[in-house]
T-cell receptor, first 112, second 112 residues
Framework: EDQVTQSPEALRLQEGESSSLNCSYTVSGLRGLFWYRQDPGKGPEFLFTLYSAGEEKEKERLKATLTKKESFLHITAPKPEDSATYLC?????????????FGKGTKLSVKP | ETGVTQSPTHLIKTRGQQVTLRCSSQSGHNTVSWYQQALGQGPQFIFQYYREEENGRGNFPPRFSGLQFPNYSSELNVNALELDDSALYLCAILAGGTDTQYFGPGTRLTVL
C-alpha cells in the first residue's frame, strides 16, 4: 500500500535558524513526489515536483531533494512568513493520475 | 493565484441532509480531482473526473458522487451526511501536459 510519513509533526524555529523537514514514502513505482504549502483554512499551494532520485529543486529559501525512499525540504534562514503546514504527496503509476497520497504534514512556526 | 474557485466558502448542514459543492477554473481544465481534508490530516483522494467521466476513485462510499460539465466545472455531491463528513473539501485541476495539481481554496463543511 502506498504510504507517506512526514516528520516532525511540528517544528518551531527562530528566524534565521535553518532546518529540514522529512518525507518518507513507499510507493509501487514513483510517478512523482510533490511538496505543497498550506496556510490555515486555505487550499494547498504548489511548491515543487520531483521525479527521480538525486533531483533537487529550489525556490527562494526552500530546497527540495529526493532519494529512493525519502525527500527533504530544506529551509534556509526562514522568516516568520514561512510559517505554514508543509505537505508531501506521492503519485504512483498504479493509481489514476489524480490520486495523490498525502502525509499529515509538518506544521512549521518561525518566531521573529 | 491558481484560478481555481470553489463555492460556497463555508457550509453548515445537519446529519442526514444532502450537500452540493462546486468547483470551476478560469481556463477550463479537463481533469479535476476532489479531496477531503479532516482537521490535522492530509487531503484524501475522493475521485477524479476527466472529460465528464469518472476516472478513478478513492476509498469513499457511493453516497459521495460527482459531475463534470462540458465547460469542465465540477460538482461534488454528498448524500446522507454524517458527522465524520465535517472537513475541508478541496478540488484540484491538473495543469495541461504536467503531473501537477493546483488546488482551490476549499469549502469548509460542518455537519451537526
Amino acid at each position: 500500500e502506498d504510504q507517506v510519513t512526514q516528520s516532525p509533526e511540528a517544528l518551531r524555529l527562530q528566524e534565521g535558524e535553518s532546518s529540514s523537514l522529512n518525507c518518507s514514502y513507499t510507493v509501487s513505482g514513483l510517478r512523482g513526489l510533490f511538496w505543497y504549502r498550506q496556510d490555515p483554512g486555505k487550499g494547498p499551494e504548489f511548491l515543487f515536483t520531483l521525479y527521480s532520485a538525486g533531483e533537487e529543486k529550489e525556490k527562494e529559501r526552500l530546497k527540495a531533494t529526493l532519494t529512493k525512499k525519502e525527500s527533504f525540504l530544506h529551509i534556509t534562514a526562514p522568516k516568520p512568513e514561512d510559517s505554514a503546514t508543509y505537505l508531501c504527496a506521492v503519485q504512483g503509476y498504479g493509481g489514476s493520475q489524480g490520486n495523490l497520497i498525502f502525509g499529515k504534514g509538518t506544521k512549521l512556526s518561525v518566531k521573529p | 493565484e491558481t484560478g481555481v474557485t470553489q463555492s460556497p466558502t463555508h457550509l453548515i448542514k445537519t446529519r442526514g441532509q444532502q450537500v452540493t459543492l462546486r468547483c470551476s477554473s478560469q481556463s477550463g481544465h479537463n481533469t479535476v480531482s476532489w479531496y477531503q481534508q479532516a482537521l490535522g490530516q492530509g487531503p484524501q483522494f475522493i475521485f477524479q473526473y476527466y472529460r465528464e467521466e469518472e476516472n478513478g476513485r478513492g476509498n469513499f462510499p457511493p453516497r459521495f458522487s460527482g459531475l463534470q460539465f462540458p465547460n469542465y466545472s465540477s460538482e461534488l455531491n454528498v448524500n446522507a451526511l454524517e458527522l465524520d463528513d465535517s472537513a475541508l473539501y478541496l478540488c484540484a485541476i491538473l495543469a495541461g501536459g504536467t503531473d501537477t495539481q493546483y488546488f482551490g481554496p476549499g469549502t469548509r463543511l460542518t455537519v451537526l
